[in-house]
């Protein structure tokens, strides 16, 4: 549970605030033009701008935390023979300031960037640390064959220029470390397998509902698909560690339950049944202390036993829980202080109701039981 929450607390790279997002299936799919499928998108585009309320807006070929939505080998200009690897986006230019991507160096695409202009990317933090370290990035060259509008290929390999650097979206889900991206403009590598993202203020669900609208006015066809916020859309992509988190979260707090109900219970009904020999005890000198000492001293030996065996068994089944933690070590020292600690407190407290109830037996009652 703890590595769970600090999944979630993990910094995107982006401000989920206000924004929405959803697919966008288009009719052209399966046999796109290049020039008629970048007028159709600027036309949607322009209409959910002009629509009251919108921010900024913008198509990308993966959504956030949905991947880059393509993965690209490619070559450093200098280095023609070496295979590199890298994500790669193809976004319209206000995809970055519909996200809030802090730009760190150069320029993001705008409009300048147009099919008849040189091919240009924006690479983000980690592609410069991966495989520009120490250099400026800014008028290097990559070779990247294009993706063909229909995404079902590759096109001639081409130089790009990299012209901006970005801060790191966490596209790949937030348990990544390292997130190599680039971004293309879609006015050069026009694509279907598209996304729309819109920011603005007020309610999400209102939003969206103004953005479809916008965007029948262009095409009384045009769908947006499973539109979501955002915080949502986050969710979603936890999904698989937030189910075992939960699961074992759960079994782990039963298991704690019974462990603490089965300590207080036993430890309760052995000390109940010395009530006699507390009682001898205390007519043969012992004082009220001793016998309390005493009896949280010896329920004490088997919980301390208990935990030794606890924490030994702890530390030889780290290596399956590894897998299933984020940013937690499996021997983390905290939860293991905590439970420890829990467990010898129920131990005092079954201990101690019984022995204080004994120690103030009359010793002559006991006597004479006896």
């Given amino acids: 549970m703890r590595s769970f929450q600090r999944l979630m607390t993990v910094e995107l790279g982006f401000k989920t605030e206000g924004l929405v997002a959803g697919w ?142 970005v801060a790191d979206e966490k596209a790949n889900g937030l348990d990544q470390v390292s997130d190599v991206g680039t971004y293309a403009s879609f006015a050069q590598d026009p694509v279907v397998g598209l996304g729309l993202v819109a920011r603005g203020a007020g309610d999400e669900g209102l939003l969206i509902k103004s953005v479809q609208r916008a965007m029948w006015g262009v095409n009384k066809d045009q769908v947006l698909d499973r539109p979501m916020g955002m915080e949502q859309i986050k969710s979603q992509s936890v999904t698989f560690r937030r189910l075992p988190a939960v699961l074992l979260g759960g079994f782990a707090l039963l298991a704690l339950l019974l462990s603490a109900t089965g300590i207080y219970g036993v430890l309760s009904f052995v000390t109940a049944g010395r009530t006699q020999e507390l009682g001898i005890r205390s007519a043969l000198g012992a004082s009220r202390g001793d016998l309390i000492r005493m009896v949280v001293g010896s329920g004490s030996v088997p919980v301390f036993i208990g935990i030794a065996a606890g924490f030994g068994g702890a530390v030889g089944l780290t290596r399956f829980i590894q897998s299933m933690l984020f940013a937690t070590c499996p021997l983390d020292v905290m939860n293991l202080v905590a439970v420890a600690v829990l467990l010898l407190v129920v131990a005092l407290l079954a201990c101690l109701a019984p022995a204080w109830r004994a120690a103030r037996v009359d010793p002559v009652l006991a006597l004479r039981q006896e």
């Fill in 24 to 165: 966008l299936p288009l009719q052209m799919e399966k046999n796109p033009d290049a020039a008629r499928l970048t007028l159709y998108v600027n036309q949607l585009l322009d209409a959910v701008h002009a629509t009251p309320g919108v921010q900024e807006a913008a198509i990308a070929s993966a959504l956030p935390l949905n991947g880059w939505g393509d993965g690209m080998p490619f070559h450093l200009a200098g280095s023609p023979d070496k295979l590199l690897g890298s994500g790669f986006k193809i976004v319209t230019p206000g995809y970055f300031a519909a996200l809030r991507l802090r730009l760190i160096a150069g320029r993001v695409l705008d409009e300048r960037d147009s099919a008849s202009s040189p091919a240009v990317v924006v690479v983000n933090e980690s592609f410069v640390k991966s495989y520009l370290p120490n250099q400026n990035p800014l008028g290097q060259r990559i070779l990247v064959e294009r993706i063909l509008p229909t995404r079902r290929g590759l096109g001639p390999m081409t130089s790009w220029e990299i012209v901006g650097v």
